[in-house]
Nanobody
Framework: VQLQASGGGLVQAGGSLRLSCAASGSIAVINGMGWYRQAPGKQREPVAAINSGGSTNYIGSVKGRFTISRDNAKNTVYLQMNSLKPEDTAVYYC???????????????????WGQGTQVTVSS
């Protein structure tokens, strides 16, 4: 299973960006999906999450500005980021909780996968 993230870039404060993350491979079920970020000198933190039923959660600092969504047919999760602030500057990583099935044994495996990260820079 691979996650390919895209959509980062440089934007002025108040601007918008849309991140995408597509999962590919031998996927049986994608359970939860989410976005994390890591700013220089800081720990990686969860930003937003969406479960298989479409329920969402956000950290307080992005509520009302960011929207997470997913397209199950495309195995893709999105993060629409509006009213960006300089403090949103970070490398953004997508995450997916994926179930796969071993063809030989039909055993189900479930684990987290990570995308490669995409840089978001917000200038003041």
């Amino acid at each position: 299973v691979q996650l390919q993230a895209s959509g980062g870039g440089l934007v002025q404060a108040g601007g918008s960006l849309r991140l995408s993350c597509a999962a590919s491979g031998s996927i049986a079920v994608i359970n939860g999906m989410g976005w994390y970020r890591q700013a220089p000198g800081k720990q990686r933190e969860p930003v937003a999450a969406i479960n298989s039923g479409g329920s969402t959660n956000y950290i307080g600092s992005v509520k009302g500005r960011f929207t997470i969504s997913r397209d199950n047919a495309k195995n893709t999760v999105y993060l629409q980021m509006n009213s960006l602030k300089p403090e949103d500057t970070a490398v953004y990583y997508c995450n997916a909780d994926v179930s796969t099935v071993a063809h030989a044994t039909s055993k189900v495996y479930r684990r987290d996968y990570w995308g490669q990260g995409t840089q978001v820079t917000v200038s003041s």
